[in-house]
């Protein structure tokens, strides 16, 4: 029995153990043993990274492509505090998990040693920041702030022209709660007045 190629990993890539199929037909004793090498670091089950070389050792992947490859290329999003308090509307919550919105799957996970929220909702394909205003407002308790001060401060970031009022109010039909948007529309009114 041959033993099979040397793969040619890219440096910095994410593999899932089906990845491997193209160079094995055996894709997980060619992970165990690409492990045992130190070729591939295993970040969850089924899950490796081929690190990349930086000055100071293995640069460890970044979660875009840990959450490509878990969510096997699937749609997604992150949210959550560091998007919410770029807004400035006062929101400044954090989280030891960002908040991962997908196609594929639910729950918590821990990714490399990292943990990631992830639910199955519906996202735009490409966020504005008008949705992650619509976002900030679903969430406010975990925020940490009232929907009442995200309110007033909307009304103002709508005054001085930071978000657009239409594209606002598009987004809150398509992506809010009831509760949610007749907080907008108060934003928007007032904004208008």
Do not use: C
């Not at 045992?36 to 460890?60: I, N, Q, S, T, W």
């Not at 997604?76 to 998007?83: D, E, N, Q």
């Not at 196609?103 to 504005?128: C, D, I, N, Y």
């Amino acid at each position: 029995m041959t033993q099979p190629a040397d793969p040619h990993l890219e440096p910095g890539r994410v593999y899932r153990t089906q990845d491997l199929a193209q160079w094995s037909a055996n894709p997980p004793r060619l992970a165990k043993r690409l492990v045992k090498e130190g070729a591939l670091v295993p970040l969850a089950r089924g899950l490796f990274a081929h690190p990349k070389r930086g000055r100071f050792g293995a640069v460890p992947p970044g979660d875009d492509d840990l959450l490509r490859a878990f969510l096997d290329g699937a749609p997604f999003v992150i949210t959550g505090p560091a998007r919410w308090n770029a807004l400035g509307l006062g929101a400044t919550a954090v989280f030891a998990t960002p908040l991962v919105y997908n196609t594929k799957r639910s729950g918590s996970f821990s990714l490399g040693g990292r943990g990631f929220q992830l639910r199955r909702v519906a996202f735009p394909s490409a966020p504005t920041p008008e949705w992650y205003v619509v976002d900030l407002f679903e969430h406010s308790a975990q925020a940490g702030v009232s929907r009442d001060v995200l309110t007033a401060a909307l009304k103002r970031a709508l005054a001085a022209g930071r978000f657009d009022a239409h594209r606002l109010r598009a987004t809150a039909e398509r992506y809010a709660t009831k509760a949610t948007r007749a907080h907008l529309e108060a934003a928007m009114e007032a904004g208008h007045a």
